[in-house]
């Protein structure tokens, strides 16, 4: 389309007002036209709208604030309710971080199963990580929501990034024929090496498991054992004190130990809503994590919480 014509109509419709019969009788046009020009100078860029956030809370402090009260090493928050949002704050958060980490080919980032993780693994404005190489943290071929099928948020994540993914063919759970098939199989002590020596990992928080919506098909719904459990990272159930919660067949869980994932020298944990203010604040005092990214609802709960 005639690129003056373009302007003409979206000036005469945004800046002056005009209505679309009176545009097209002014540019001797047909209104179909003027429709379809509004359409491709919003589509090209010409015209660009931007909804501004309400007053909200001075964001640097609330990080500060909540970095002092987590006792971790970086806090970011994204404005507004990013469960509303789709998580696009949550990830534009990420992609900042993961810039900021300067990672060079060959170097490994973790990324754990979710629905946070697999979500922002999805949403465009990743930075390029060329020659990375991204893992998961545990197993779960045999899930069929695709939030917990662990290679799909690795292909998701590689795809967006042009980083080399790497794949662990297994379940969360193996049976224990299984389990020790895995510790001499080539491919999956290949993964197990990719975590040892892992610059960073993206994980999700889990909820309660007293009121989770949504599991893993490997944990069970109703174990007695799990009911003082106040969130997870990796698979790894924990109290409210932080402290590790064990169940029948957790000790063959394919994931990463919680001996390395404490050693990997950045974990960047997503978490939104109010639910989690639990989850996030004891995953803090096991120390699971060194940066916490999440919305400001869920900051202002967190520092609410006694």
């Known amino acids: 389309m005639d690129p003056q014509l373009l302007h003409r109509a979206a000036s005469a419709y945004y800046l002056d007002n005009l209505r679309q019969a009176e545009i097209a009788e002014r540019l001797g046009i047909s209104r179909p036209t003027v429709s379809k020009l509004l359409t491709e100078a919003r589509r090209i860029g010409m015209v660009r709208f931007e909804v501004l956030d309400v007053a909200g809370p001075d964001l640097s402090d609330l990080e500060r604030r909540l970095r002092e009260r987590l006792g971790?090493?970086?806090?970011?928050?994204?404005?507004?309710?990013?469960?509303?949002?789709?998580?696009?704050?949550?990830?534009?958060?990420?992609?900042?971080?993961?810039?900021?980490?300067?990672?060079?080919?060959?170097?490994?980032?973790?990324?754990?199963?979710?629905?946070?993780?697999?979500?922002?693994?999805r949403l465009p404005g990743m930075p390029e990580l060329r020659g990375v190489v991204v893992a998961p943290t545990v197993g779960g071929q045999q899930e069929?929501?695709?939030?917990?099928?662990?290679?799909?948020?690795?292909?998701?994540?590689?795809?967006?990034?042009?980083?080399?993914?790497?794949?662990?063919?297994?379940?969360?759970?193996?049976?224990?024929?299984?389990w020790r098939s895995l510790q001499a199989d080539p491919s999956f002590m290949e993964i197990t090496g990719l975590w040892s020596r892992a610059e960073v990992l993206v994980t999700g928080i889990g909820a309660p498991y007293a009121r989770r919506d949504l599991l893993t098909s490997v944990v069970p719904r109703d174990d007695a054992a799990l009911r003082s459990a106040v969130g997870d990272v990796c698979l790894h159930f924990y109290d409210v004190d932080g402290e590790p919660v064990a169940?029948?067949?957790?000790?063959?869980?394919?994931?990463?130990?919680?001996?390395?994932?404490?050693r990997i020298p950045t974990t960047i944990a997503l978490a939104v809503g109010r639910e989690k203010v639990p989850s996030i604040r004891a995953g803090a005092k096991a120390e699971l994590f060194t940066t916490l990214i999440t919305d400001v609802p869920t900051a202002e709960a967190i520092l609410e919480a006694e």
Do not use: C, M, W
Request: no cysteine.
């Open 72 to 121: 971790v090493r970086g806090v970011r928050i994204a404005p507004g309710d990013q469960a509303h949002r789709d998580l696009r704050g949550i990830g534009d958060l990420l992609a900042q971080e993961l810039r900021s980490l300067d990672l060079h080919r060959g170097d490994v980032l973790l990324i754990s199963s979710g629905k946070t993780t697999y979500a922002v693994s």
């Open 144 to 178: 069929h929501d695709p939030a917990f099928q662990t290679n799909e948020t690795v292909r998701s994540l590689a795809e967006s990034t042009g980083a080399e993914p790497h794949y662990v063919f297994a379940p969360a759970l193996p049976s224990p024929s299984l």
């Open 247 to 262: 169940y029948e067949g957790s000790d063959r869980l394919v994931r990463l130990p919680r001996e390395t994932l404490q």
